[in-house]
């Protein structure tokens, strides 16, 4: 039985294929005239062979191309069944096959080994630092760093149909961030994506009809977080409530959390 859905298109271009498995991860087909273009690779050998199924269906006749859109579990163990290029970050080499990267392998094998215990972490193997375009000849994909979530992330822009595929550089309700990540780096990004004026955005992480307004919400939400930090830390709150005895331990903790926050947010 099949794992993956080929999910409704809301209108935006047909080339364009969303893919998802379960509510777990979406990953995406793009049909060009020369390359048929994956981007991110799915959770497991199974899982990346239908992926190429779908694509060989979608573009017959094509050469393949993968990215990485980062390597986090769910968007590049399908990597070993290429023999195509898998084009991604630099960083991304570097994390697909680190320390981290293999305890979330032992700990998914462990967990599920019929899904997971035959995956091989396999790096990409066209890198690059800040972008690089791809020209399908009727589409190009131009791929953009977009750090935050992850350091190695990045998203990847079809100008001619106004698309965006943010990765997981946006999510609903908001994006996360890792130890590995950067709140700093995630705003700019989301800024980045923002100012492009895309049409329409597909996430790894979102239902396909959210569209891009969630661009502008995840932005909202961090800087409502920092403007309630900023207060946390104005002194003069303290002031207009002074005379209440529970209050300095109470504060100097809240005070503590929003100064931890803020380095945080504004690093
Ligand atoms: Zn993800």
Do not use: K
């Amino acid at each position: 039985m099949p794992n993956l859905r080929v999910l409704d298109n809301c209108g935006w271009d047909g080339r364009i294929l969303a893919v998802g498995l379960d509510d777990l991860v979406q990953s995406f087909i793009v049909v060009t005239r020369r390359f048929n273009v994956l981007v991110d690779t799915m959770v497991n050998q199974e899982t990346a062979l239908e992926l190429v199924d779908l694509a060989r269906q979608a573009g017959p006749g094509r050469e393949l191309l993968a990215v990485n859109t980062h390597a986090d579990w769910d968007h590049f163990w399908g990597n070993q069944i290429f023999a195509a290029p898998i084009l991604a970050h630099r960083l991304a080499a570097e994390r697909a096959l680190d320390l981290r990267a293999r305890e979330d392998l032992r700990e998914h094998a462990a967990r599920e080994p019929e899904r997971y215990a035959g995956v091989r972490l396999t790096p990409p193997n066209v890198l690059f630092d800040e972008r690089l375009t791809v020209d399908g000849g009727d589409l190009t994909l131009e791929l953009l760093r977009t750090p935050g979530h992850t350091i190695d992330h990045i998203a990847v822009y079809l100008p001619e149909v106004g698309l965006l595929l943010a990765g997981d550089a946006a999510e609903e309700p908001f994006p996360l961030v890792g130890d590995r990540g950067c709140l700093t780096a995630l705003r700019a990004s989301l800024r980045a994506m923002r100012d492009l004026r895309p049409r329409h955005a597909l996430y790894c992480h979102a239902p396909v009809e959210t569209g891009p307004a969630l661009l502008d919400r995840n932005l909202r939400h961090f800087d409502e977080m920092e403007r309630r930090c900023r207060s946390g830390l104005d002194f003069s709150l303290l002031e207009a409530t002074g005379g209440r005895t529970d209050l300095p331990g109470f504060y100097a903790e809240s005070h503590a959390r929003a100064l931890e926050l803020m380095r945080r947010l504004i690093r």
